[in-house]
T-cell receptor
Framework: EPEVTQTPSHQVTQMGQEVILRCVPI?????FYWYRQILGQKVEFLVS????????KSEIFDDQFSVERPDGSNFTLKIRSTKLEDSAMYFC????????????FGSGTQLSVL | QQQVKQSPQSLIVQKGGISIINCAYE??????FPWYQQFPGKGPALLIA?????SEKKEGRFTISFNKSAKQFSLHIMDSQPGDSATYFC??????????FGAGTTVTVRA
């Protein structure tokens, strides 16, 4: 069964450093998302991406965040200057055109900012 | 704004019992209501979903009941098994396809 893959599974960084979280969505999917889950809290929407541009972003997704689809397979989330409160599990998700509301999630990247 | 409220926060059920998780939503524009199952260290996996034109959907041991007038929906896990022990999230989305998740329910099935 096709799946969304994310790397790395764990990332530890110092406050103020830049991090890039990587995702390979399911190959024929067109819509891509980043969500995050702070420990013990609900999964929160960050951003959606389609046709090489952001479709929608949440209040959390401020100027420190950016997304990119650098090639035909990868989808990345960059945090320019990490803060302690960015520590969370970050999930990538994708969906196809036929069943657009059916999101498939990756296993996540656990980001720890020290 | 908490668009989807989920309860209980956790529940313990004996093997073979029924687990019931409830959710309520506020936004009447929501038209898709999935349930996700999450095991530790894994991402949420779609379990079952319903649209508001039906009141119930069943897939194996999992059933969603939907009450549009009350803006509530619930997940029933029949004949609960130890392998069902996980965190379950309800969610909802509308024509923006942006999922709003509930806070999650940790289900523990005791053998």
């Amino acid at each position: 069964e096709p799946e969304v893959t994310q790397t790395p599974s764990h990332q530890v960084t110092q406050m103020g450093q830049e991090v890039i979280l990587r995702c390979v969505p399911i190959s024929n999917h067109l819509y891509f998302y980043w969500y995050r889950q702070i420990l013990g809290q609900k999964v929160e929407f960050l951003v959606s991406f389609y046709n090489n541009e952001i479709s929608e972003k949440s209040e959390i997704f401020d100027d420190q965040f950016s997304v990119e689809r650098p090639d035909g397979s990868n989808f990345t989330l960059k945090i320019r200057s990490t803060k302690l409160e960015d520590s969370a599990m970050y999930f990538c998700a994708s969906t196809g055109g036929g069943q657009r509301q059916k999101l498939f999630f990756g296993s996540g990247t656990q980001l720890s900012v020290l | 704004q908490q668009q989807v409220k989920q309860s209980p926060q956790s529940l313990i059920v004996q093997k073979g019992g029924i687990s019931i998780i409830n959710c309520a939503y506020e936004n009447t524009a929501f038209d898709y209501f999935p349930w996700y199952q999450q095991f530790p260290g894994k991402g949420p996996a779609l379990l079952i979903a319903i649209r508001p034109d039906v009141s119930e959907k069943k897939e194996g041991r999992f059933t969603i009941s939907f009450n549009k007038s009350a803006k509530q929906f619930s997940l029933h896990i029949m004949d609960s098994q130890p392998g069902d022990s996980a965190t379950y999230f309800c969610a909802a989305s509308g024509d923006d396809y942006k999922l709003s998740f509930g806070a999650g329910t940790t289900v523990t099935v005791r053998a």
